[in-house]
């Protein structure tokens, strides 16, 4: 179920929860502003999250509330991870899910990082 972006910010969240290690993940990469791990239902060959570790429940939240090392840090962890993948000459797509009509479904903000196909169109065709 979609949230709502504007919602304050849940610490039951389930990337709170991973990121408190209570829930497990498969890391992929992990620094003092964000941490990445494996998608559990990948949409793509490789599909990987890159999530702030600061406590954000959106993009809107991220973009407003976080300070500047916050916002360098997430932005230059995401390439890290894309880079030390090996994606980007074959090329990658970020996607960030923003509230109801984003469809946004985990209320703490997450970079999408897909690759290992040709991705297609931008968005599905209805
Ligand atoms: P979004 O719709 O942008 O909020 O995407 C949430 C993503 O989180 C989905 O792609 C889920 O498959 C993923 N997800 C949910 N729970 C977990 C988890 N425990 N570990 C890894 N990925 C998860």
Do not use: C
């Not at 504007?6 to 990121?19: E, G, H, V």
């Not at 994606?87 to 996607?95: A, D, H, K, N």
Request: glycine share 8%.
């Amino acid at each position: 179920m979609a949230i709502d972006a504007t919602q304050p910010y849940d610490d039951d969240n389930i990337f709170a929860k991973i990121l408190r290690g209570e829930i497990p993940n498969k890391t992929v990469y992990e620094n003092d502003y964000v941490l990445a791990f494996h998608d559990i239902n990948p949409q793509a060959p490789h599909h990987i999250l890159v999530i702030p570790k600061g406590k954000y429940v959106s993009w809107d939240d991220f973009s407003s509330a976080a300070s500047e090392a916050e916002i360098a840090g997430f932005v230059r962890g995401v390439g890290h991870v894309a880079r030390a993948a090996g994606m980007v000459e074959p090329g990658y797509r970020l996607l960030a899910n923003i509230g109801q009509d984003g469809h946004q479904e985990v209320p703490h903000l997450h970079v999408h990082i897909f690759a290992g196909k040709p991705l297609g169109p931008m968005l599905a065709r209805s």
